[in-house]
């Protein structure tokens, strides 16, 4: 599996575009492991330009609640190695990062697991980080919801809205709150 996409802030000053394509691979009913190699490209006006690279590797187990119309919860943790390089003085950073989300999709229209329903997401990460890299904009919790539908099994769209605890720069204190609305369009394939 994979992805690709890019991230701006409305009005400019920062992009980012990425790929990350992975592996998954379902152990049982309630657990699939995973890993991959993400390479982000960040565009910065008051910053260098970097290239992070990415290796991660994690494990999703999955919990269905019968009670409400078959809600799925998730526990999502992954260890990823973070390699910034700043693309304007060759500079590097190292950091390795645990992260863990807890997930719930709940559906509105039907059963979770049939089509064209609609179905809504809530969550809740938190990142720790051992050592620091160069970033504008570093986040530690992440806390959202949303709404998506699902077409078929193959194919979804969700429209989400996170607020992050966020950094003004690296090496600052946490003194922001920033939203992010994230738009997907996903396809799985057999």
Known sequence: ??????RFLIGGGWQKYLVRPSLQ?????WLDLFGGLGFFYTVQDSVSN???IRPWI???????CDTFSKIRFTNYTRVEDRFVIDTQDSGTSNSVRFRNKIDARIPITDHYFGDQIFYLMASFEFFLEA???DELFPDDIRVGGG????????WRIESYLYF????DSAGSDYSRTDRVWRLTLKHFID
């Open 147 to 154: 709404l998506g539908y699902k077409f078929n099994y193959n």
């Open 131 to 133: 050592g620091e890299v």
């Open 50 to 52: 970097t290239l992070e």
């Open 25 to 29: 691979m379902g152990i049982s009913d």
């Open 1 to 6: 599996m994979g992805d690709a996409g890019m």
């Open 58 to 64: 994690g494990a999703r187990l999955y919990w269905y």
């Open 164 to 167: 992050f605890l966020s950094k």
